[in-house]
């Protein structure tokens, strides 16, 4: 039994974070938001040469066949710097679609670009990700159901509250696969977009969390720094505490998602229900704490906030998510 | 006569008829699609337009005086109005600030002149006010205010930098407090000015969600005549206070914006076919709850006969509240309990909003429709409405005094609790 990270994973996510950091993201993302995704691309090849888009490619197609728990813990720190782009879809569910449909000429076509980040793909499963995330600047867009697999093709573009989502309606184009094969192959493509996402969540609740105790030892009113206030402590310290539990439902369900033992689902499920909850609670919070300046666009709290909120329903929402869960132990996956 | 007092929920026929006429008024009147939003160029000028319509129809400011262009209804009857209005989806206050904020504070300190002068212009919204109390150093700690007025001939010469003035970019006036004198709260005035005087620079500030809903204001000796200070020099903090009261309680956020927004999203809940998660019904019935026991509330705090239970605090030393001969019966919770109204509908409102987007699920971050709603978005609000809501819903819990702020004020003022250590 081990459930947590090992000194190579924290190396791995100290890496991300280093070029991250030094990465102008906010710039980045500005230009991404305005349909000018050059900058992000170059971001998103600098994370292929550290292997981060290869993680769930298997080696056969030039790809790392990681642990789930690696791309926990690359996701997180993707959600803890607000990167741009469709990670989810591209470094997660794709694919472990793909992989899963195991359709030779597909997975040769596709998942070596995937993984030396020459291609980005996305994918919109609806009912649960209607649209399809940045399909109008990334090379691979896919649409698929219970029954089939189908390229996407990109239609108008719906605004999200995040502005670096550029939510794309897409419509069937040519089928790639259908038959008995496909139902699971999405199944599995859900789990790992459900399971990167939370991963997304909790990193961008983290970054608000130690944005928010930055701002509270400054900031100043009735001659004392707010953070001296025990109204502002206690919510803090709630924040911590949900980020903290959050954290091992995560890994639980990257093991789950790699040994699929009949409870996978159930346990995915309860990784994005805390990591969601956790993180909203780190939304508000930091909006709570900074007062009007975090409602203020320049303070580029925005960035976390509205990411949170949008990825808090989406690769299935938390009633979904939650209902995955009350079936299981319904019927009795009690451990 | 029977020592037991008999409780009803019926409304007289008077009020009733009025509940009538302001219903058909709306139904008639309130445009069928939304107005631009209000902090735009078109849509300050179509807001401005549908609040003279209002006024015209003696609808603007129904619970004032009518030599100022209201109609002297009820404490009651205005409770019923908002619900009517919020119910109608009519467009947003423009001069909320203005209405809400200063109007009841010129009804208590405002000398006659003042309010010949500028209440039946804000009922027209020819005037829109701006509120600019707020500084980069005094958020909270609202008396550590810094602008200044100095003394000149006939008035006075404002200087300093004001922030987060919602529609300050588009206002034409605004009202504030200024520092006078050295003691912290007594050395504060209350004094009104105008936005495009000479000196005055306003810099709007985009919020979550893109709008420019708020503007920093720079002052650099904005000459402010003796007729506009209100109340007297130095006992701005008081005449403050008694604004803060309206900001918080029952005017500025009235019961009827929250049961219209719960019956909205009951209606959502139903069509979402979300009976199916227990934990979301939970939740729309808790909002519902809520909202009703809000409106609930008020309607006690309206047709209260006896004193309320609730007592106003001894007045500060120096306070110098004048009677409201004057004033108009718009509903004020008395004192501190306002604190709690306020922490009441701020958490209400973002309750609400809340459950909406869950029942929207992945539809909710693009403020669109549900693609199988299409058409029907009208009765249970689109979208759109509950996202710019929500956003909307998140700032409630910080401006009109954080509510940590007000769970001190609660437990220090309204509950007799020993005061904090600060
Ligand atoms: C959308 C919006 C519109 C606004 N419109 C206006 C307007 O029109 N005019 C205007 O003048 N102002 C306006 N404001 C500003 C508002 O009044 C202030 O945001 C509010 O007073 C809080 O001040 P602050 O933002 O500086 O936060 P701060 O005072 O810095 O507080 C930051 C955090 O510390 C907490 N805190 C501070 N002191 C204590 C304490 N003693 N105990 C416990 N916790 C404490 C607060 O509760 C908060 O969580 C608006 C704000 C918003 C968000």
Redesign the interface.
């Known amino acids: 039994m081990k459930l947590t990270p090992s000194a190579e994973q924290e190396q791995f996510a100290a890496a991300i974070h280093a070029m991250l950091t030094e990465a102008d993201i906010p710039a980045v993302a500005r230009k991404w938001t305005a349909g000018d995704p050059a900058a992000g691309q170059a971001l998103w090849r600098r994370l292929a040469e550290l292997g981060v888009t290869g993680l769930a490619v298997p080696a056969r197609w030039g790809g790392l066949a990681a642990h789930p728990a690696d791309l926990v813990v690359a996701c997180e720190e993707l959600g803890h710097h607000a990167l741009p782009g469709p990670a989810a879809e591209s470094i997660a569910a794709l694919p472990m679609l793909l992989t899963t449909l195991g359709d030779d000429a597909l997975c040769e076509t596709w998942l070596p670009r995937l993984a030396t980040g020459e291609v980005i793909g996305t994918l919109a499963v609806p009912?649960?990700?209607?649209?399809a995330t940045d399909a109008d600047v990334v090379s691979l867009v896919l649409r698929a159901d219970e029954q089939t697999l189908r390229l996407g093709v990109p239609g108008p573009r719906?605004?999200?509250?995040?502005?670096t989502?550029r939510?794309v309606e897409v419509a069937d184009g040519a089928l790639l696969a259908t038959g008995p094969a496909v139902g699971p192959a999405v199944a599995h493509a859900l789990d790992a977009g459900a399971l990167a996402c939370a991963a997304q969540l909790l990193g961008a609740g983290h970054a608000l969390l130690e944005t928010t105790l930055r701002y509270a030892g400054q900031r100043?009113?009735?001659?004392?720094p707010i953070g001296q206030?025990q109204?502002?402590k206690h919510q803090l310290a709630d924040v911590a505490i949900g980020l903290e539990f959050a954290r091992p439902l995560l890994y639980a369900a990257a093991v789950a998602l790699a040994d699929h033992p009949p409870t996978a689902a159930r346990d995915v499920s309860a990784a994005k229900v805390a990591c969601t909850d956790a993180a909203q609670r780190a939304a508000?919070t930091a909006?709570?704490v900074h007062?009007?300046i975090?409602?203020?666009?320049?303070s580029g709290?925005?960035s976390w906030?509205?990411r949170i909120?949008?990825l808090a329903?989406?690769w299935g929402?938390?009633?979904?998510h939650?209902?995955r869960i009350r079936t299981a132990l319904a019927t009795g996956a009690l451990t | 006569m029977s020592p037991v007092g008999t409780m009803n929920l019926e409304l007289d026929h008077e009020t009733r008829a009025f509940r009538a006429e302001v219903r058909s008024w709306l139904a008639t009147n309130v445009p069928t699609t939304p107005l631009p939003p209000v902090d735009t160029p078109e849509g300050d000028r179509a807001h401005r337009a549908w609040e003279r319509r209002l006024a015209a129809a003696g609808l603007s400011v129904v619970s004032w005086p009518s030599t100022y262009g209201g109609r002297d209804v009820s404490p009651l009857q205005w409770l019923i109005f908002e619900e009517e209005y919020h119910r109608a989806r009519a467009p947003v206050r423009i001069n909320q600030n203005g209405l809400f904020l200063l109007a009841p504070t010129l009804f208590t300190h405002g000398t006659a002149e003042q309010r010949a002068r500028l209440l039946p212009r804000m009922a027209r919204a020819d005037d829109v006010w701006a509120q600019a109390w707020s500084e980069p150093e005094a958020g909270s700690d609202l008396a550590g205010i810094r602008s200044r007025a100095v003394r000149t001939d006939g008035g006075w010469l404002l200087s300093g930098q004001k922030t987060w003035s919602t529609r300050a970019a588009q206002a034409d006036h605004a009202f504030g407090l200024f520092r006078t004198g050295a003691d912290r709260h007594r050395g504060l005035t209350y004094l009104m000015f105008d936005l495009r005087a000479a000196g005055v620079t306003v810099r709007p500030i985009q919020q979550v969600g893109g709008a420019a809903g708020f503007a920093e204001i720079f002052l650099d000796q904005v000459f402010v005549p003796d007729a506009d200070v209100l109340g007297e020099v130095d006992q701005g903090w008081s005449v403050a206070m008694s604004t803060a009261g309206h900001e918080r309680g029952l005017s500025l956020r009235s019961p009827g914006r929250f049961t219209a927004a719960a019956e909205r999203l009951v209606r959502l809940w139903c069509r979402a076919g979300a009976h199916a998660d227990p934990a979301l019904s939970d939740r729309v019935v808790a909002g519902w709850i809520a909202a009703r026991a809000y409106q609930l509330h008020s309607y006690g705090t309206a047709t209260r006969e006896t004193a309320d239970p609730m007592p106003e605090p001894p007045p500060s030393p120096g306070r110098a509240d004048r009677p409201a001969q004057a004033g108009s019966t718009a509903l004020r919770d008395s004192g501190h309990a306002a604190s709690m109204t306020k922490v009441f509908w701020s958490e209400l409102d973002v309750a609400l909003h809340e459950v909406a987007l869950d029942l929207l699920g992945p539809y909710a971050e693009t403020g669109g429709p549900r693609p199988d709603s299409a058409g029907r978005a009208g009765d249970a609000g689109g979208a759109d409405a509950w996202l710019d809501g929500y956003l909307f819903s998140l700032a409630g819990p910080i401006y009109a005094g954080t509510n940590e702020i007000q769970r001190t004020v609660i437990a220090e003022r309204v509950l007799g609790l020993p005061r904090d250590r600060r």
Request: hydrophobic share 35%; charged share 25%; aromatic share 14%.
């Open positions: 009912p649960h990700v209607p649209y719906r605004r999200s509250v995040d502005g989502r939510l100043t009113q009735f001659g004392h206030f109204a502002v508000r909006l709570q007062g009007a975090g409602y203020a666009r320049e709290l925005d906030l509205t909120w949008a329903r989406t929402t938390q009633s979904w939650r209902d």
